[in-house]
């Protein structure tokens, strides 16, 4: 049978059952709220995290970067996780690496080239062998290495070849909670002295990306360790994930 008036739309509008349309946050609002947890997470002061605090801190961390992060790993922790990080130089990557030959770019050069080059290896040595023989991670790995003191891990002294090993290039989540840049860096370097007031430092490049270099010697950051077992977490910007 036919309807004698034509049903309006309003009227079908009304007929149909409501649903509640989820609103898309903008990277932006993402990152903002992140922001927030963390505020309600750290202490005012930069100082070590109580175990809740550290929870807190892996608990947001984790929800938003999609990865496996935690204060300590295998059984084996760094004094402290929330500290103040400081500028580090360029680390030679092979024997007879200088500023000249560090730079694959013009680019890098204008931008880093005035951070200067440590006069000392890192740690571990050098990152490779010769220049020739330099892979593109052993590049990775000195533009985005961290320097920590592990020789301040509370287990230490325990087994010093275990952490030395441990400690090598090991992948961390670093983290500026004042406006929610992070970075996965690789522990490149031991240091900085306790005398510095810096809890740890980064490489030009890590600096720059966390926008820590502001004039200020330091600023508060969270480092945390990676669980990538199978390597599959690549060093560098990270963006945030869920």
Same mark, same amino acid.
């Given at each position: ?14 007929? #149909?059952?409501? !649903?509640?349309?989820?609103? $898309? =946050? ?18 005012? @002061? ?5 175990? =809740? $605090?550290?929870?807190? @801190? ?6 938003? *970067?999609?990865?496996?992060? %935690? ?16 500028? =580090? ?13 560090? *730079? ?23 990152? +490779? ?7 593109? !991670?052993?590049?990775?790995? =000195? ?7 592990? *020789? ?14 441990? *400690? ?5 989540? @670093? ?6 840049? +992070? ?10 002295? $306790?005398?510095?007031?810096?809890? #740890? ?8 990306? #966390? ?9 508060? @950051?969270?480092? #945390?360790?990676?669980?990538?077992? %199978?390597? %599959? ?10």
């Amino acid at each position: 049978m036919l309807l004698s008036q034509p049903v309006s739309a309003t009227l079908v509008s009304q007929a #149909l059952p409501t !649903q509640d349309i989820p609103v $898309q =946050e903008s990277p932006m609002q993402q990152k903002g709220r992140m922001i927030h947890e963390l505020s309600q997470v750290l202490p005012d @002061v930069v100082q070590p995290l109580t175990t =809740e $605090q550290e929870t807190g @801190v892996s608990t947001v961390l984790a929800k938003y *970067f999609n990865m496996k992060v %935690s204060p300590s790993l295998d059984g084996i922790r760094l004094n402290r996780c929330y500290g103040l990080i400081g500028a =580090e130089q360029h680390l030679m990557r092979y024997p007879g690496d200088t500023m000249a030959s560090h *730079f694959s770019n013009p680019g890098d050069s204008d931008k880093y080239y005035s951070s200067g080059m440590a006069p000392g290896r890192g740690a571990w040595g050098y990152f +490779a062998h010769s220049q020739a023989g330099m892979s593109e !991670q052993d590049v990775q790995r =000195e533009k985005y290495y961290i320097a920590v003191p592990t *020789f301040l891990s509370p287990t230490w002294h325990d087994n010093v070849n275990k952490h030395y090993s441990f *400690f090598k290039y090991r992948k961390m989540l @670093v983290v500026n909670p004042e406006n929610g840049k +992070a970075i996965v860096a690789d522990i490149g370097d031991a240091g900085p002295a $306790q005398s510095t007031g810096k809890h #740890l430092g980064g490489s030009p490049e890590v600096m720059k990306h #966390l926008e820590r270099v502001d004039g200020r010697a330091k600023g508060p @950051v969270i480092y #945390l360790f990676i669980d990538d077992p %199978s390597d %599959s977490i690549p060093l560098g910007p990270i963006d945030l994930q869920s």
